[in-house]
């Protein structure tokens, strides 16, 4: 069935280090993917999308292109900041899969100033 | 704001208590979503309700058990549960049912804690 595979974390950056969370997939189709983040105390919210092959989602300076070729959806950013401290979901939704969304384990990001 | 409000925010009962989580969503939406996150797995969806309509059951046990009394408002009647159902409960809803591209907008969770 379908799947979604996040490294591990938790990751720890200084300010302004650059930011990469890998995401890869396994699914049948054309899957759509998706970033969602979740703050501490909060709930998910869509970071970004992206639809079809070599679509780039982008949100808030970070961005994701959907690689088909590689199945991967890596999220980056180039400077990250205190705020952006949190965990971070890949996800996708499939046509084939009863348009369920298939959720990645999350990888936390911890930013120190 | 996400437009979507869960309550109560924290919760702990014993194992022979009766409790219900509410959700209510303002963003006009027609599809609500029951979620459980637990450490170190992915999220778990339970239930999808569309246009009131349950739709979707992911053999989730009996001691939950879900009411969409309209398309706005959504509750988990919770009893009998175990200490393994500690858990965040997650609500979400989306626009014009469950397309594959509808986004889903979620609630801040209910914590819940079983002894």
């Known amino acids: 069935g379908d799947s979604v595979t996040q490294m591990e974390g938790p990751v720890t950056l200084s300010e302004e280090a650059f930011l990469t969370i890998n995401c890869t997939y396994t699914?049948?189709?054309?899957?759509?993917l998706f970033w969602y983040v979740q703050y501490p105390g909060e709930g998910l919210q869509l970071l970004l999308k992206?639809?079809?092959a070599d679509d780039k989602g982008s949100n808030k300076g970070f961005e994701a292109t959907y690689r088909k070729e590689t199945t991967s959806f890596h999220l980056e950013k180039g400077s990250v900041q205190v705020s952006d401290s949190a965990v971070y979901f890949c996800?996708?939704?499939?046509?084939?899969?009863?348009?369920?969304?298939?959720w990645g384990l999350g990888t936390s990001l911890a930013v120190n100033p | 704001e996400t437009g979507v409000t869960q309550t109560p925010r924290h919760l702990v009962m014993g194992m022979t208590n009766k409790k219900s989580l509410k959700c209510e969503q303002h963003?006009?939406?027609?599809?609500m979503y029951w979620y459980k996150q637990s450490a170190k797995k992915p999220l778990e969806l339970m239930f999808v309700?569309?246009?009131?309509?349950?739709?979707e059951n992911n053999s989730v046990p009996s001691r939950f058990s879900p009411e969409c009394p309209n398309s706005s408002h959504l509750f988990l009647h919770l009893h009998t549960l175990q200490p393994e159902d500690s858990a965040l409960y997650l609500c979400?809803?989306?626009?014009?049912?469950?397309?594959?591209?509808?986004?889903?907008?979620f609630g801040p969770g209910t914590r819940l804690t079983v002894l």
């Open positions: 963003l006009g939406h027609n599809a």
């Open positions: 309700y569309n246009f009131k309509e349950q739709t």
């Open positions: 979400a809803s989306s626009q014009g049912g469950t397309g594959i591209n509808n986004e889903q907008f």
């Open positions: 992206a639809t079809k």
């Open positions: 996800a996708l939704r499939n046509a084939g899969n009863n348009r369920k969304l298939i």
């Open positions: 699914a049948t189709g054309y899957p759509s």
